[in-house]
């Protein structure tokens, strides 16, 4: 037994922390770093395979598009074998992944072992939105999200400023080797360490399992809840994980070991936010307030921040880009109400339902922006300010569109979802 009945319903487990979140977060802290290492890599890429803007996109990209395709199917395995055995298992591809990456000549190479490293990671967060649903009482679920979102941001600050430093005195390649092995050990941490824990989908047969997403797809909840974030998330995915870096570089005139400290305080503003407004969540919640009110709000403000950046840009945009980072994309308060909208049986195909929209978004932002960009001539080897400017203010009216439709059907989505009931481990 992992709880005592005599516990408060609403208290953590250090037990649960060491044995569910630690290995899920360690996870996550390898999946959002590889996620990001292109936005430091971009420079030694471009110049080794004379990649045009839109190659560059397409090729930091193909691990959206990767994500995306295994989702639905994935969804089906986590309901099927639950989320320790499948994470665990993938994480092994996306070793395989770096391998082909650290070793690839080519861009055909390079994207392949890209694609496989998304197969391999496609399930790190909705794994543990599963396995924490499942341990953790409900009303500590987001905030064990946003811990672990935290953990991402960490992830994200070491593909920036360590690994940039660390280009100084070894191959990218080398780096990539690395990641395969600390995949390796991240896979075996999961699988040796994690508990099981009965599946309520696990006797469904597979014909059942897939009918499942027919119910998740045809729900209206779910479809005005996930594809705001999947337009805000994707937004904010495609800039963090790779158009940060060359922005900083062309249009704010940064060197690249200026550009490679400021992603790093980006990265450790990512991580303050996380934590902060993940316990401020918390609080809140706890207190009464609705999760759905509180993402709007924080959807909200990253919204107008992206939108001062592409309007304005110039000398306000470093703590307007800051403070967009800090503040997030608020998915975790989704994720966590859209698992309590729908039975527990369910709980992977939703979230993994979800992540096919915000991945397949975040791919089609990603590389557009390269198209964009790839629509000015390139000067001493910079992309124009007006591009960005360009690309940036096409994202900002879609997210402004996506986020109109979340507030004006307010009346058709209630705020209150259904709480589950808290389950002692078996």
């Not at 208290?11 to 959002?32: E, H, K, N, Q």
């Not at 966590?336 to 397949?360: E, Q, Y």
Request: a positive charge; one cysteine or more.
């Amino acid at each position: 037994m992992f709880t005592n009945k005599n516990d408060r319903s609403d208290a953590f487990s250090l037990r649960l922390l060491g044995t569910v979140w630690l290995p899920f977060s360690y996870g996550y802290f390898l999946s959002y770093g590889l996620r990001n290492v292109n936005a430091v890599l971009a420079p030694d890429l471009t110049s080794e395979f004379a990649l045009s803007a839109s190659q560059l996109g397409l090729l930091t990209s193909v691990y959206y598009i990767a994500f995306a395709l295994v989702q639905l199917p994935a969804g089906v395995l986590l309901d099927r074998f639950g989320p320790r055995r499948v994470h665990a298992s993938l994480m092994l591809v996306a070793a395989v992944g770096c391998g082909l990456h650290a070793f690839g000549h080519s861009f055909s190479q390079l994207a392949l072992g890209r694609g496989l490293i998304g197969v391999g990671l496609a399930v790190g967060l909705m794994a543990a939105v599963k396995a924490f649903s499942q341990w953790f009482p409900a009303t500590r679920v987001p905030f064990a999200l946003n811990l672990l979102l935290a953990c991402g941001g960490i992830g994200a600050m070491v593909a920036a400023g360590p690994v940039g430093w660390a280009l100084y005195l070894v191959s990218w390649r080398v780096i990539f080797g690395i990641c395969a092995a600390l995949l390796l050990a991240g896979a075996s941490f999961l699988y040796f360490v994690t508990p099981d824990r009965g599946e309520a989908g696990a006797q469904e047969s597979w014909k059942d399992l897939a009918a499942g997403f027919a119910t998740v797809f045809s729900s209206g909840a779910f479809w005005r809840l996930s594809l705001v974030m999947a337009v805000v998330s994707g937004t904010f995915s495609s800039v963090q994980s790779l158009w940060i870096g060359p922005w900083l570089r062309d249009s704010a005139g940064l060197a690249r070991g200026s550009a490679i400290l400021m992603m790093t305080w980006f990265a450790v503003g990512s991580i303050f936010g996380f934590a902060v407004i993940g316990a401020a969540c918390d609080r809140l919640i706890r207190r009464g307030a609705k999760p759905l009110s509180l993402y709007k709000f924080q959807s909200g403000t990253g919204i107008a921040l992206f939108g001062l950046i592409a309007l304005f840009g110039g000398s306000i945009a470093m703590p307007l880009w800051a403070a967009y980072f800090m503040v997030g994309s608020g998915g975790a308060l989704v994720l966590a109400t859209l698992t309590r909208r729908f039975p527990a049986k369910l709980s992977g195909r939703v979230n993994t339902a979800n992540n096919v929209l915000m991945f397949s978004l975040s791919f089609a932002f990603q590389w557009g922006i390269g198209a964009v960009l790839d629509q000015w001539p390139v000067v001493d080897g910079r992309y124009s300010p007006s591009g960005y400017q360009a690309a940036f203010l096409v994202l900002f009216g879609i997210q402004l569109a996506a986020y109109a439709l979340l507030v004006f059907s307010e009346n058709a989505l209630p705020d209150k979802a259904r709480v589950p009931v808290v389950r002692e481990p078996t």
